[in-house]
Nanobody, 126 residues
Framework: QVQLVESGGGLVQAGGSLRVSCGASGRTFSNYAIGWFRQAPGKEREFVAAISRYGATKNYADSVKGRFTISRDNARSTVYLQMDSLKPEDTAIYYC???????????????????WGQGTQVTVSS
C-alpha cells in the first residue's frame, strides 16, 4: 500500500496563489493514479483534479478549470496542485488520494480511490 501526506496549505488572499503537495511513501509511486479532493465545512467532499500514472492524462472539475494545475514528479513521489486566482469558495480541506491501476487514467470519483491522506487546510480570505 501507499501512504500519503499533504502539505503546503495555508491562508491566502483572494486572487492569490498557493501550491499544495502530496508526498507518497511505500510502493512504486508511478503505479498509482492520484486525485485531489476538497471538503468545505458543511459540504460533501468534491473532486478537484486528477492525474494519471505518468501524467499524460489530467482531469479537472469545472469550478477549477483554468485556475488549478495538477502535475507529478514520480522521481520525488510527489503530486502538486498549483492553485492560482484563488477565490473564497476554494476554502476547504484538500485531500489527495491514490489508486493503483494497470490501465492509466485520471479518475474523478472518490469511490475509485483506495488510499487517502489526512488533508491540508486552504483558506482564502476575501
Amino acid at each position: 500500500q501507499v501512504q500519503l501526506v499533504e502539505s503546503g496549505g495555508g491562508l491566502v488572499q483572494a486572487g492569490g496563489s498557493l501550491r499544495v503537495s502530496c508526498g507518497a511513501s511505500g510502493r512504486t509511486f508511478s503505479n498509482y493514479a492520484i486525485g485531489w479532493f476538497r471538503q468545505a465545512p458543511g459540504k460533501e467532499r468534491e473532486f478537484v483534479a486528477a492525474i494519471s500514472r505518468y501524467g499524460a492524462t489530467k482531469n479537472y472539475a469545472d469550478s477549477v478549470k483554468g485556475r488549478f494545475t495538477i502535475s507529478r514528479d514520480n522521481a520525488r513521489s510527489t503530486v502538486y496542485l498549483q492553485m492560482d486566482s484563488l477565490k473564497p469558495e476554494d476554502t476547504a480541506i484538500y485531500y489527495c488520494a491514490a489508486i493503483q491501476r494497470l490501465i492509466s487514467g485520471a479518475y474523478a470519483k472518490a469511490t475509485e480511490y483506495a488510499y487517502w491522506g489526512q488533508g491540508t487546510q486552504v483558506t482564502v480570505s476575501s
